[in-house]
């Protein structure tokens, strides 16, 4: 079974950058599907971004788009999220997700909230003005 284990939040200013890592305990993490979902406080959790197995399809949400990077390294069962132009409305907990294993033709990011399994704990990220 995969755990997913984020790291990489704090606290910064608008406009600053900021990468968040999401390591997993094993080799099966490189045939799910992955994503970044984020909760504020007194709001539901939303999808930041989404990439396939291989890497080779991304998703964002249209306020991050532009400014956020979902990228994957399967030989180091890593995925990042490059935070660029933070800003204060960015400020959550970020967390990271994986599906379950995917076939090989399934090269799209999912984009359904109820297809992930596996969650990480989160990592707060925080931008000041």
């Known amino acids: 079974q995969v755990q997913l284990v984020e790291s990489g939040g704090k606290t910064v200013q608008a406009g600053d950058s900021l990468r968040l890592s999401c390591s997993s305990s094993?080799?099966?993490?490189?045939?799910?599907?992955t994503g970044w979902f984020r909760q504020a406080p007194g709001t539901g959790r939303e999808l930041v971004a989404a990439?396939?197995?291989?890497?080779?399809?991304?998703y964002y949400t249209d306020s991050v788009k532009g400014r956020f990077t979902i990228s994957r390294d399967n030989a180091d069962n890593t995925v990042y999220l490059q935070m660029d132009s933070l800003s204060p409305e960015d400020t959550a907990v970020y967390y990271c997700?994986?599906?379950?294993?995917?076939?090989?033709?399934?090269?799209?990011?999912?984009?359904?909230?109820?297809?992930?399994?596996?969650w990480g704990q989160g990592t707060q990220v925080t931008v000041s003005s």
């Open positions: 997700a994986a599906s379950g294993p995917v076939d090989p033709f399934h090269t799209i990011p999912e984009l359904n909230p109820g297809k992930y399994y596996y």
């Open positions: 094993g080799r099966a993490f490189r045939s799910y599907a």
């Open positions: 990439i396939s197995w291989s890497g080779g399809n991304t």
